[in-house]
């Protein structure tokens, strides 16, 4: 019989601490992507292209997200106990085109369902997201979002923009109770804001935020619920507050719009120059 022989290591291949290393972050964060795999792996110091992720991912049997899922469920359950049911497939928010000529002229806001978490109860997350920067700002509230919720949202949102020197002057919302209410559209009328609604039914409309609550679902949400339970709103804050801070300053978003750029370097491209 022929005797087993160990797989060759080419000189051109992936060395295999890289490899190891790859492997790592898979089960780690499993909802990216090969850019951001190879975004992740040049911050460490190792160059690699993202053909070759995707290539060293099929050949391990992760080339797809939920197998990533799948592993990283399966790791999980036999290190803590916890066991998760496999993620659904998501079909991805489609595109519409916004634009807006500078820093705070269009905010887009939405809410999105987190989940029914034991002992925190329905969770929500309030959304707004610069179109000019795609600077984001999250907020997690408990329970169906109300008029009262959304009007200390705005309030939140105004003077966080206001502190990284940016007026806010509209915002786009969809037409959800907590944003056609009399209390909310009176109180953006109080603050001087325009109000842009979209058509019904039409959440591509608002696309920016819907792409960025996909993305947060994906890269934040899923990968924290597989390493810890979480038991009051102040955890979840906690924890997305420091996933905005990866996302504003070290993510690079590869869209059509932002090309490999942050939010962070986009809104530095829009400060005046100043004389040194």
């Known amino acids: 019989m022929p005797k087993d022989r160990r797989v060759p290591q080419l000189p051109n291949a992936t060395p295999i601490h890289v490899v190891e290393e790859l ?9 990216i992507g090969c ?15 993202k053909t070759t992720v995707q290539k060293l991912l099929v050949d391990h049997g992760l080339g797809r997200r939920a197998q990533r899922i799948a592993r990283a469920a399966a790791i999980t359950a036999a290190t803590s106990g916890l066991s998760t049911e496999a993620a659904r497939d998501n079909t991805e928010p489609f595109g519409f085109c916004h634009y ?27 959304t707004a997201i610069d179109v000019a920067t795609r600077w984001a700002i999250m907020l997690i509230v408990s ?9 200390r949202f705005i309030d939140h949102v105004i003077k966080s923009f206001r502190r990284i020197g940016v007026s806010v002057r509209a915002v786009l919302t969809d037409n959800g109770p907590e944003y056609i209410a009399s209390g909310f559209r009176a109180h953006l009328a109080a603050t001087k804001l325009s109000h842009v609604r979209i058509p019904p039914r039409s959440p591509n409309h ?7 609550q996909g993305t947060a679902l994906q890269e ?3 990968p924290a619920f597989r390493r ?28 059509d719009y932002m090309r ?17």
């Open 143 to 151: 329970g169906t979002p109300t008029a009262g919720h959304t009007i």
């Open 35 to 49: 850019r951001q795999y190879a975004d992740r792996l040049a911050e460490r110091g190792y160059v690699v292209s």
């Open 220 to 222: 934040c949400w899923r």
């Open 100 to 126: 807006s000529p500078a820093p705070g002229h269009l905010v887009a806001f939405d809410s999105f369902y987190i989940g029914n978490l034991k002992g925190v109860g329905k969770v929500y997350q309030l």
């Open 228 to 255: 810890r339970r979480y038991s009051s709103i102040r955890q979840l804050q906690a924890e997305a507050d420091a996933w905005l801070v990866r996302y504003h300053h070290r993510r690079r978003n590869h869209s």
């Open 206 to 212: 608002n696309a920016v935020v819907e792409r960025f």
């Open 23 to 31: 492997l790592t972050l898979t089960v780690t964060i499993p909802t």
């Open 260 to 276: 490999g750029r942050t939010p962070a370097q986009i809104l530095d491209s829009f400060r005046p120059r100043r004389a040194s």
